[in-house]
């Protein structure tokens, strides 16, 4: 995911998950495979008592076009949802056409920049409600 993330945007910051942060903020990351291989993952983690973030969302180039990013995305929603948050927000990168797609058509609206995606010229933030 990196390694896409930096082909795409080579002089920009990689917005990744510190770990220990993320587990100890009640994080939630799913991987998802069929057999023994990995096809995606997804995460999210509480950014208050009624929003959730959606985090390093990615899915195989060669698994792509199949629908797993979608059931990824719907499973993260569906467990915040029961997990007590009324929207989700996340971020993607301007010339990630796929994943703009993708945001939208789940109902995601553009919005402008959320704490920790300020100043980032690539970003592109959305928020589902």
Not at 66 to 95: K, Y
Request: net charge negative; aromatic share 10%; proline share 4%.
């Amino acid at each position: 995911m990196d390694a896409e993330i930096s082909s795409l945007y080579p002089d920009s910051v990689i917005l990744g998950i510190d770990e220990a942060e993320f587990e100890k903020a009640g994080g939630y990351f799913v991987v998802a495979q069929q057999g023994e291989q990995t096809i995606g993952c997804g995460g999210f983690r509480p950014v208050d008592e009624k929003c959730a973030e959606i985090k390093r969302m990615f899915v195989r180039p060669d698994m792509r076009r199949r629908g797993w990013a979608r059931r990824i995305l719907r499973h993260l929603e569906e467990e915040a949802h029961r997990r007590g948050f009324f929207s989700t927000v996340l971020e993607t990168g301007c010339d990630n056409a796929g994943a703009i797609g993708l945001y939208e058509s789940e109902g995601y609206s553009q919005i402008p920049e959320y704490p920790g995606c300020q100043g980032i010229l690539v970003s592109r933030c959305f928020i589902k409600r």
